[in-house]
């Protein structure tokens, strides 16, 4: 999937008001404990506000809204289904439950070809934390020195590097299908 909330924000807002939703978002500190799952919504939806109370409603809309920071590669599933000829595939996501409920028919159209996975909001805990790696590991019994691990964030890509697994800094859809073949053709 394709996750761009700056985009999503910025072509919502005029910027003195996107600047000030997308810093109660992501800078307030609330998103990641958001991806955590161990405060209630409305506490942090609260903590969204106080960043910029005079953005209140535009700060609601954008958080009743954050489904529309996700959206589907095309693609995208006929590349898993080859994948899933020859390997298993397992998911590793920071996701909250409110993103869940918004990109359910989304996520419906990828997870029946996953072989397992973890959401953050599920474990309480969040990339680039190596526990959460250890979970993925120990549940699916898996070796990380068989494992190749796709994020597009390069702080998870040396999270995943550093437990032994071969990683790829996920970017535009055919750069990353072409490094993730040429790690599979390695011995």
């Not at 506490?43 to 489904?67: H, K, V, W």
Request: charged letters at 30%; hydrophobic letters at 35%; glycine letters at 8%.
């Amino acid at each position: 999937m394709k996750y761009d909330p700056e985009g999503c924000i910025y072509g919502t807002f005029e910027r003195r008001t996107a600047d000030c939703v997308y810093d109660a978002l992501f800078h307030s500190g609330f998103w990641v404990e958001l991806d955590r799952g161990v405060m209630p919504e409305e506490e942090i939806l609260a903590g969204f506000i106080r960043s910029c109370p005079d953005m209140s409603e535009q700060i609601t809309f954008q958080y009743e809204n954050m489904g529309d920071f996700c959206s589907a590669y095309s693609g995208t599933l006929p590349w898993l289904r080859r994948l899933k000829k020859d390997y298993k595939l397992y998911y590793l996501s920071n996701y909250s439950v409110p993103m869940r409920r918004r990109t359910g028919p989304m996520l419906d159209s990828f997870l029946p070809l996953m072989d397992g996975g973890i959401f953050s909001c599920d474990v309480g805990k969040i990339k680039p934390d190596p526990a959460i790696y250890r979970m993925l590991s120990d549940r699916y019994r898996l070796d990380p020195a068989q494992c190749v691990f796709l994020d597009d964030s390069a702080d998870n890509v040396r999270a995943a590097e550093a437990l032994g697994m071969r990683a790829v800094l996920a970017g535009e859809p055919a750069g990353t299908r072409k490094e993730l073949d040429r790690l599979l053709e390695e011995p």
